[in-house]
């Protein structure tokens, strides 16, 4: 089964409002990369008047979680996800419409493949990349997923 970003959008809606109230929108995803935008405004700003660091990091992180949940999806087994850490770089004012893009697709799949073939947990860090609407870089987040298939 594939997901689409209005199937994740629409989970966005229903499990995670906040994400949702603050503007994150899932633009893309194919088994590769995920992208997902997210624009600063008032809702979501910080006191600098730029993006809220904790927006960024919903955005940033909805692209690495999509592409393991895509992926999960697509094994048919039954398979737990986790954040175990996560960090995170800035490097300039987010401002305007921020893109974030994961290009990691193909190391989850084989975190998934070891994990279903030996039954041992796995973990993969990936790593997203925001960008605003002059493809300058703001920030960079890493995110480590634990992957287990469940008994």
């Known amino acids: ?22 503007g994150v929108r899932v633009k893309s ?3 590769n990369s995920c992208v997902v935008t997210v624009k ?5 700003q910080n006191p600098f008047k730029s993006m809220f660091w904790a927006v960024q990091g919903m955005a940033a992180e909805l692209t690495t979680g999509a592409l393991v949940t895509g ?6 087994k039954n398979i737990s996800m986790l954040v175990a ?17 994961c290009n990691d697709g193909e190391l989850v799949k084989k975190a998934i493949e070891k994990t279903i ?35």
């Not at 089964?1 to 603050?22: D, E, G, V």
């Not at 600063?40 to 979501?44: A, C, F, G, L, S």
């Not at 850490?85 to 401002?95: Q, S």
């Not at 947990?121 to 790593?127: A, E, I, L, S």
């Open 1 to 22: 089964m594939k997901i689409t970003p209005r199937q994740l959008n629409s989970f966005l809606l229903l499990k995670l409002p906040s994400a949702w109230i603050c």
């Open 29 to 31: 995803i194919d088994r």
């Open 40 to 44: 600063h405004r008032w809702m979501n």
């Open 71 to 76: 992926y999960i999806r697509n094994s048919g």
């Open 85 to 101: 850490n996560n960090n995170a770089t800035f490097t300039k004012k987010a401002t305007g419409r921020i893109t974030f893009k």
């Open 117 to 151: 073939e030996t039954g041992e947990g796995q973990t993969v860090w990936m790593k997203s990349i925001g960008t605003n609407a002059e493809g300058i870089e703001v920030s960079t987040f890493n995110f480590e997923w634990t992957l287990k298939v469940k008994n």
